[in-house]
């Protein structure tokens, strides 16, 4: 019900935005939030930020000056950009859905994003 699109391969200081389209849910619906995480190849899951239900955005610091977090509610996505990339960016990129306990209850497949000249 969520998925993940965009580019596989990304130039070095270039922005990437990554589309979640999302179905059989609203990302309006209240108390959801609508969030990116990634995980680089060998490290943990890093939460990026997200997008609620209400359009309020909130970034992790380690990301947050190149990052922001939008929306198309009449397309039912959002969309993450992530500008100045570096090689350090290359990761899978998940969107999720956090539920009003703060547990992610749905989860995009994922797709590998590669910072390379």
């Known amino acids: 019900q969520l998925q993940e699109s965009g580019p596989g391969l990304v130039k070095p200081s270039q922005t990437l935005s990554l589309t979640c389209t999302v179905s059989g849910l609203s990302i309006t619906t209240n108390y959801y939030y609508w969030s990116w995480i990634r995980q680089p190849p060998g490290k943990g899951l890093e939460w990026i930020g997200y997008i609620g239900y209400s359009g309020d955005t909130n970034y992790s610091p380690f990301i947050k000056s190149r990052t922001s977090i939008s929306r198309d509610t009449s397309k039912n996505q959002f969309t993450l950009h992530l500008n100045s990339v570096t090689p350090e960016d290359t990761a899978v990129y998940y969107c999720?859905?956090?539920?009003?306990?703060?547990?992610?209850?749905?989860w995009g497949q994922g797709t590998q994003v590669t910072v390379s000249s």
């Open positions: 999720a859905r956090a539920s009003p306990i703060s547990t992610y209850d749905y």
